[in-house]
């Protein structure tokens, strides 16, 4: 047994960060590093950085233009870019989709989507969620009847994050009424551009537009954009869910953030003495501190037996139920950091592109403006993905055997 | 030992909440919150019809004389309708201020203006470095002749913006974080050189960070004597800490009713989700915290006028630590259990969410009176 990582993979890190230093901007790394969101563009324009370099398409084998990382890469490569404050990476295409069509598309299919996922020239949203389904995705009622060599399609998806950028959507829809549940669903492609398709926002509790409904009312998609067989979609759906376990702990970001409480600590004052001093804050910082070490090393585990036999477990699920536990605890913490400086609410504050107006001091100190909004935000953790209930579900069935 | 209100307690809970349920829906406070102002004079009208706004001025100054046992019968329909206007701020927290110095003919007016809801006077004393400590006060008030001079800067005063008059703490002498030194002073809101810096604050009430820049005031402004203005200014906070503990509590039960309600006729997998023996247990433990916060509450306003300033400090500080780590519990559980509902801006629930997690930073948060307990008890 060792902790370190080998010579090769070291230098995979160092190549990472001689990367980040040259390509990553530092107002996208600002945004990032202070808790602001960051908008299409900025999104899009990391993706062709990536691209350029050759590792557009992460996680994707040589064969469909990817750069042939294995899971230990990938991994370095996501903690690296998080500590540096690269911007999240939207997984609905590079991780989510296209894993779908390497594994169950045609090679058209391949040839059409693959290359402009990886160049960010396309943005994909995901099109699971309904208002009558979700836990219980399998209940899901959007339809799709065959009506030559297109499918017509009727119904609403919602929760679409980031839809109202999106270029395309995936889509689970029900073929067959009359199967069982999880037999009568196929996995479409759907361009948002068709008629149809309408678009709402659906505004969450910090103020922010990041979720939708997509609403489809006749929309014509034509046979090709379907992946595998018809009425087989819940197969490809679920090969899915298993297969991103490497970054969903998000161990790279909670590292990020935890630094950053800490700086924040240092600067609050209490009694006239650093915040981070206060013993009972100190332990409580501590305490999020050895959880994020103890998951880190859990996560290593996964990662070491997937390097021997790449299978998808339910271990996914340890790494989904602590992880939003850890991220949440440590966006808890960030906003009582600040004390009553958490309270003002500027929503205009924390949107991309905003610029702090160095002419005008905001009340308290610049750090605390985003601080309860992404408290607010981060509850959402716990809910989207599978909630961390229905984790503990698989874990109890899948790994327990109860 | 009796846990009942009493008849007059009961029919001011009932009157308030009548007006609440039938004036003050969602739709009214969703409208409240996005105007300008972000509140609404004519429900302050009412609510001064009502009585609310005499509760506890003293007779004398033509209010009804009432105590914290009204005010806790009353508060928690404030927070289970989301009451954006400033009821705690001015009818509890300022008045109980003004009442120490009833005797004095400037606070003995403002207050017979406060009961009728003709004037709304808010406590202006936290400043930034003082986080939650009292006695961190750093804004200085120079006597020249018969004026004062005021400079400094107030954090996170709630609903400075509706202000007519400020209450305004200020060193006379001594150094910040001494507990001497600290007088008080009446400052209306429009005098030359208060600068608000106004905003929302994350539960959608109002309030502005206040910057005094050499702001005059004749020396009749000051209440009381030069230097001894903290002790009755904390104890209107204590009062105003048990009635931030009872809006609380109204919150925690809106949120627990509004979840049982949820499970109850949320489908999944061809059931309740109720059905889930996971959600049954997860709701007897928000039912569980709120219980036990709603005891803390009974117990700070009974405490909270306790002449026996280490009493009342105790069980405030016990009562708030409760009150938060309930409030959190209830608060981030009532969201889980709505699934994705939970986040959106459209359901109330992450609005009580949101008006828990403010009282959780109001006053000091649960770690802040856990310790402050630790303090008061050491040795005991
Ligand atoms: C911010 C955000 C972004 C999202 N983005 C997307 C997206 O891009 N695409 C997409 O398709 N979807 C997306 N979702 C949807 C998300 O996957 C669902 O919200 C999630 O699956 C939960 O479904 P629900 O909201 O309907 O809650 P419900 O399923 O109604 O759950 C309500 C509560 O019941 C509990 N529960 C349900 N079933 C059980 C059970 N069997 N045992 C115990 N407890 C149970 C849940 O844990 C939860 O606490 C997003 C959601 C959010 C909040």
Redesign the pocket.
Known sequence: MRLEFTDEEQAFRKEVRCFLREQLSTDISDKVLNGYELGREEHLLWQRRLHERGWGGMGWPVEFGGPGWNSVQQYIFEEESALAGGPRLIP?GTKMVAPVIMAFGTAAQQQRYLPKISAGEEWW?????E???????ASLKTRAVRDGDHYVVDGQ???????QYADWIFCLVRTDAQAKQQAGITFLLINMKSAGITVRPIV?LDGGH??NEIWFENVRVPIENRIGEENRGWTYAKFLLGHERTGIAGIGIAKRELARLKRIAAQERQHGRPLIEDPLFAAQIAQVEIDLWALEITNLRVLAAERRSPAAGPEASILKIRGTEIHQSISELLMRAVGPYALPFRREAMEAGWQFDPTREPPGPRYAATLAASYF?QR?LS????????Q??IISKMIVGL | MNFEFSDEQRQLHDAVERYLSEQYGFDRFKAIKGSAAGWDPAVWRDLAELGVLAITVPAAQGGLGFGPLETLAMMGDCGRSLLLEPVLSSAVIATAVLRAFADETPAAELLAAMATGEKIAVLAHFESGARYESQWVSTRARRTGESYRLDGHKAVVMHAGAADTLLVSARTAQETGDAQGVSLFLVPRAAPGVVLDAYPTVDGQRAADVYLQGVEVPAGSRLGLEGAALNPIEAALDIGLAALCADAVGVMQALVDATVE??RQ?Q??GHP?GR?Q??QHRIADMLVHLEQARSMSYLAALRCNDKDIGARRRALSAAKAVIGQAGRFVGQQSL????????TDELKVSHWFKRLTAAQLMFGDSDVHLQRYAELTRGC
């Open positions: 609905f949203c995901q099109g699971y969620s208002p009558g389904a979700g836990s219980d995705l998806k919602t929760w679409n994050t980031l839809g969450l990041e979720v935000n959402k809910i989207f993905g599978g909630t961390n209930e229905i503990k579900n | 949820y499970v949320r999944q997998f989700i889930f996971v959600l889980q259990l709505h699934g994705g509902m939970g986040m």
